[in-house]
């Protein structure tokens, strides 16, 4: 599986930016999607996943009620909106598919497929 993130860029505090990962290679509607971030010298961490079917998601505490994940089996793709921004938020963001029929798990080692990441820059 291949995925490409989109949609990163600088973004004033309490603003909104879309982003999306495109997934080609095989299809992933039997996989979980995920996305975490990794801030400039720290640890990278769980954002949010979405189930197979898209009904059920999980968010880190940090951006539940900001963040709304959500996916397109007939399209491949998967997409994180995020809003109220903060400049916390800033940090390179970075999609990732689990492994067929795998659980929703927050662990970034988990998930073997991974997109390069882009960036989301808030400003205060």
């Known amino acids: 599986v291949q995925l490409q993130a989109s949609g990163g860029g600088l973004v004033q505090a309490g603003g909104s930016l879309r982003l999306s990962c495109a997934a080609s290679g095989r299809s992933i509607s039997t996989a979980v999607m995920g996305w975490f971030r990794q801030a400039p010298g720290k640890e990278r961490e769980f954002v949010a996943a979405?189930?197979?079917?898209?009904?059920?998601?999980v968010y880190a505490e940090s951006v539940k009620g900001r963040f709304t994940i959500s996916r397109d089996n007939a399209r491949n793709t998967m997409t994180l909106q995020m809003n109220s921004l903060k400049p916390e938020d800033t940090a390179v963001y970075s999609c990732?598919?689990?492994?067929?029929?795998?659980?929703?798990?927050?662990?970034?080692?988990?998930?073997?497929?991974w997109g390069q990441g882009t960036l989301v820059t808030v400003s205060s």
């Open positions: 979405v189930s197979r079917n898209g009904g059920t998601t």
């Open positions: 990732a598919v689990s492994s067929p029929y795998g659980a929703i798990l927050t662990t970034p080692s988990v998930y073997p497929y």
